[in-house]
């Protein structure tokens, strides 16, 4: 098991920055690709970018590229998402999510375990 719980989130202006965090509990962090994901009212989840648990450069959603950064510190079992040049777009409930898999980090579906959540809204 894992256990996930992202902090954070808020309320921002169109144009300001947040720093999404991930604190994940239980089994070995390291080996575990994460992934952010976000879900606005009446629309799909979707992906937002994956960090993989062999390193290397993380993977973004094209509507994030350039905006967003995705980092992990396994010695503090932690992922963050740094969100600048923020638009109303982006606001929705942000998930972080934890992957045994690395070739499927797109997929929602290929997550075992995700956190609660947390809402960032951002006003124009």
């Known amino acids: 098991q894992v256990q996930l719980v992202e902090s954070g989130g808020g309320l921002v202006q169109a144009g300001g920055s947040l720093r999404l965090a991930c604190a994940a509990s239980?089994?070995?962090?390291?080996?575990?690709?994460m992934g952010w994901f976000r879900q606005a009212p009446g629309k799909e989840r979707e992906f937002v970018g994956a960090?993989?648990?062999?390193?290397?450069?993380?993977y973004y959603a094209d509507s994030v590229k350039d905006r967003f950064t995705i980092t992990r510190s396994n010695a503090k079992s932690t992922v963050w998402l740094q969100m600048n040049s923020l638009k109303p777009e982006d606001t929705a409930v942000y998930y972080c999510?934890?992957?045994?898999?690395?070739?499927?980090?797109?997929?929602?579906?290929?997550?075992?375990?995700w956190g609660q959540g947390t809402q960032v809204t951002v006003s124009s």
């Open positions: 239980g089994r070995t962090f390291s080996r575990y690709t």
């Open positions: 960090i993989l648990w062999t390193g290397g450069n993380p």
């Open positions: 999510a934890a992957s045994w898999y690395d070739d499927t980090w797109w997929s929602p579906s290929k997550y075992e375990y």
